[in-house]
C-alpha cells in the first residue's frame, strides 16, 4: 500500500512558476511509474504529465509541454512538478499518482494509488 501526499499548491499570478511536490510512503516507491493529474471543476480528471520507474523517461500532454517538468529522486521517495508560465486555464487541483508498472500511463484508470490533491489557482 503506497500512500501519497501532495504540497506546493497556492495561488499565482499568470506567467509564475509553482513547484509541486508529492510524498510518498508504505512501498517501494522505485517499483511505481509516477503521473501528476489534474481535474477543474465540471471536468474530467485529465493527464500532465509521467515519468518511468527509473525516471529515464518523461511524457507530457501537449499543453504543458515546454512549460512543465516532472522529475522524481527516488532515494527521498518524491516527484515532483515544476509549472512555469502558468495560466488561468491551468487552474485544478493537481494529484499524484503511483502506478505498479516501469512506465506511467494517459488514462487515470491505470493508476493504483492516488494523493489527496493540491489546488493551485491563477489569476490573469
Known amino acids: 500500500q503506497v500512500q501519497l501526499v501532495e504540497s506546493g499548491g497556492g495561488v499565482v499570478q499568470a506567467g509564475d512558476s509553482l513547484r509541486l511536490s508529492c510524498a510518498a510512503s508504505?512501498?517501494?516507491?522505485?517499483?511505481?511509474?509516477m503521473g501528476w493529474f489534474r481535474q477543474a471543476p465540471g471536468k474530467e480528471r485529465e493527464f500532465v504529465a509521467g515519468i518511468t520507474r527509473s525516471g529515464g523517461n518523461t511524457w507530457y500532454a501537449d499543453s504543458m509541454k515546454g512549460r512543465f517538468t516532472i522529475s522524481r529522486d527516488n532515494a527521498k521517495n518524491t516527484v515532483h512538478l515544476q509549472m512555469n508560465s502558468l495560466k488561468p486555464e491551468d487552474t485544478a487541483a493537481y494529484f499524484c499518482?503511483?502506478?505498479?508498472?516501469?512506465?506511467?500511463?494517459?488514462?487515470?484508470?491505470?493508476?493504483?494509488?492516488w494523493g489527496q490533491g493540491t489546488q493551485v489557482s491563477v489569476s490573469s
Open positions: 508504505g512501498g517501494a516507491f522505485s517499483n511505481y511509474a
Open positions: 499518482a503511483a502506478r505498479n508498472s516501469g512506465w506511467p500511463a494517459g488514462s487515470p484508470n491505470d493508476y493504483e494509488y
